[in-house]
T-cell receptor, first 115, second 112 residues
Framework: AQSVTQLDSQVPVFEEAPVELRCNYS??????LFWYVQYPNQGLQLLLK??????LVKGINGFEAEFNKSQTSFHLRKPSVHISDTAEYFC?????????????FGKGTHLIIQP | EAQVTQNPRYLITVTGKKLTVTCSQN?????MSWYRQDPGLGLRQIYY???????DKGDVPEGYKVSRKEKRNFPLILESPSPNQTSLYFC???????????FGQGTRLTVV
């Protein structure tokens, strides 16, 4: 079984400040990790993913995340946020079963950008 | 354009009246899933399918049915909807490699 914990339900940040959204996972097997973003009244869009290789993963819109196997973490970062980054962010883990076991999501972190 | 299409986007229905939410993908993906999203609970998987005629339960399957007669379609069926099924529903599809899920725009269902 696998699980995902997003440690903050809401993160308020001032515009142009850096931000980190925290994600920890647990799994008994190797995993694949994802961050999705959901803008108001929209579906989920993939920000970035870690499948293998370099532990620092760069995604769209200036976001990046670092896979830390020893700490079972996959925190999302952005050096300077904009008003348009206001959204719900979901961390997700997938097992190695070729997608058969699907994605397990965290409960989400609402990123609130303050002017 | 690669996409997952859900219909309808919004639906209000009454308790006990059978309904179907359709999902179609044009990427020839093997895997398809249904999730429900509720405030404070994130997304929870209802059912998934690994290929045609192959489906299995997710974390919250009670009260739902699915079928996968064609590779592109994966409808979600509520035989007798109840108010606790009021939620935002997402369909997703993915290939085996690369492992990336594409999501539909969502269906907001209200059962009164």
């Amino acid at each position: 079984a696998q699980s995902v914990t997003q440690l903050d339900s809401q993160v308020p940040v001032f515009e142009e400040a850096p931000v980190e959204l925290r994600c920890n996972y647990s799994s008994s097997v190797s995993v694949y990790l994802f961050w999705y973003v959901q803008y108001p009244n929209q579906g989920l869009q993939l920000l970035l993913k870690y499948l293998s290789g370099s532990t620092l993963v760069k995604g769209i819109n200036g976001f990046e995340a670092e896979f830390n196997k020893s700490q079972t973490s996959f925190h999302l970062r952005k050096p300077s946020v904009h008003i348009s980054d206001t959204a719900e962010y979901f961390c997700a883990v997938s097992g190695p079963g070729g997608g058969a076991d699907g994605l397990t999501f965290g409960k989400g972190t609402h990123l609130i950008i303050q002017p | 354009e690669a996409q997952v299409t859900q219909n309808p986007r919004y639906l209000i229905t009454v308790t006990g009246k059978k309904l179907t939410v359709t999902c179609s993908q044009n990427m020839n993906h093997e895997y398809m899933s249904w999730y429900r999203q509720d405030p404070g609970l994130g997304l929870r998987q209802i059912y998934y399918s690994m290929n045609v005629e192959v489906t299995d339960k997710g974390d919250v399957p009670e009260g739902y049915k699915v079928s996968r007669k064609e590779k592109r379609n994966f409808p979600l069926i509520l035989e007798s909807p109840s108010p606790n099924q009021t939620s935002l529903y997402f369909c997703a599809s993915s290939s085996r490699d690369p492992r990336e899920a594409f999501f539909g725009q969502g269906t907001r269902l209200t059962v009164v």
